[in-house]
């Protein structure tokens, strides 16, 4: 993956800028940690946590149509969490006091982001391209025989109705 010296002085560096994060988290968008700076969070958790959060945000954007997802911003009594697209095969996740300047968190979060996009985008391989899929269509639907059972009848007698396939026409005098 990316060179994870590279990304760690990202964060150390983004969290000089914004004295109010308490914590920083690059990681793939399947959820393994790529480079982290967060004292007292378990970043192994924080990354499954911030994948599945994104797979969520990802559906409900596309859902409603609002386009590609971003950021994503949670906020509890404490703090917040923010998550900010960094590319194709990375996210960052910033955790930040109540305190924090918002506006501040999104600017540098996205700068970040776009950064830390740039190092992880550039050493990931290419995607291999996908298999080539045969078209398959759909076996025909066939009609199955109608059972009917009354408990006063005794045994189980079947009944086939057979359906016409050409259309109806009527004429109107």
């Not at 968190?105 to 700068?111: A, D, P, T, V």
């Not at 391209?129 to 269509?137: D, G, L, T």
Request: no cysteine; hydrophobic share 40%; glycine share 8%.
């Amino acid at each position: 993956m990316a060179d994870q010296p590279a990304l760690l002085e990202e964060l150390h560096r983004l969290r000089a800028r914004v004295p109010q994060l308490t914590g920083a988290l690059a990681a793939s968008v399947d959820g393994l940690v790529l480079a982290h700076d967060t004292p007292g969070v378990e970043p192994e958790g924080l990354a499954a946590l911030t994948a599945a959060a994104l797979g969520v945000a990802i559906r409900t954007t596309d859902a409603t149509g609002r386009g590609e997802l971003r950021e994503l911003l949670l906020r509890g009594h404490l703090g917040y969490v923010a998550t900010y697209a960094a590319g194709a095969h990375a996210v960052l996740t910033l955790l930040a006091q109540d305190r924090v300047n918002v506006g501040r968190l999104h600017l540098e979060g996205r700068r970040a982001g776009a950064r830390i996009g740039e190092l992880v985008d550039t050493a990931a391989p290419a995607p291999a391209p996908a298999p080539a899929r045969p078209a398959v269509r759909p076996a025909p639907r066939t009609r199955t025989a109608r059972t009917t059972a009354s408990p006063a009848a005794g045994p189980t007698t079947t009944t086939t109705t057979p359906r016409s396939t050409t259309p109806r026409t009527t004429t109107e005098s």
